[in-house]
């Protein structure tokens, strides 16, 4: 059995708190810390990803930075792998790039963008890794594919992080994780998105079953790479109380959960710090989860959590 991978906290934000700018928050999580900030890149009331993760890393000097992640629709793969290799390289390698196929059904209506079935998606975000990659890669990047065509395209600038930034893809769905399991270095084991908002849809797939199915489908497709992946999870409740109780039947059938499946679900964590900390622990031994990211509302009641818990 391979040596379980250390605890990392990282902190979602989609813009700073109230009479706090984006530097000051970010130099707190990094003061606090957390290993990352990420960005995620939606349409709505939020900072542009790439900018803000700029903003963030020219603000602190060991925080890690994240796109959770890039919509692999809204830009073309050929400007997304400029982008991100600038980014790593001003950032000193402190980049991670997520990129995704694209879920939240209002970026599309709102922008008038087509939203294709999650098969044609999932096929382009393929292409589109060919593409960045490549771009990262010495040499001329070619790329001839249903979606994408690249012609002898030498990227630049390249990437500092050898041989290039991690890539994290997450999903709920088997092709999705197939493909994560292939070409990512992080997964993310998402809830499924395919009603295309967190509703009380998504609920079947945060359970306890729902996940070990995920695993499995990552470890059959990655082979022998599996041991080197990192596992991420996303947690939609994070909460220190005395009633894990009562906050699990308050919340869980919102999210189409009984308060049992919500209170082992990897994408809750309610307790007291030790509770936390051994719910932590429990679901590194079962599930292998090292890397675990929080909104930005929880972060300053989990920050006794990431003291205890990150680099261990």
Known sequence: MPRPKNFRFTVQAPLPPADTSWAELARRVEGLGYSALTVSDHLDNQYATTPALMAAADATTTLRIGSLTYGNDYRHPVVLAKEAATIDLLSGGRFEFGLGAGWMTTDYDQAGLALDRPGVRIARLAEALDV???????????????????RGLHGFPKPVQSPRPPI???????????????????????IALHAGRIDERAGP???????????????AAAGPRFDDLELQVRVHLAAITDDRVGLATAVAPALGLTPEEALVSPHALA?????IVEQCLERREAYGISCIGIGLDAMEAMAPVVDRLAGR
């Open 132 to 150: 960045i990659t490549g771009l990262w890669a010495d040499g001329p990047c070619t790329v001839d594919g249903e979606h994408y065509q690249v």
């Open 168 to 190: 994290l893809i997450g999903g709920g769905g088997p092709k999705i994780l197939t493909l994560a399991a292939q070409r990512a270095d992080i997964i993310g084991l998402n």
């Open 205 to 219: 797939s945060a359970t306890h079953e729902a996940t070990m199915e995920k695993i499995d489908w990552i470890r």
């Open 271 to 275: 307790g007291s710090v030790d509770e």
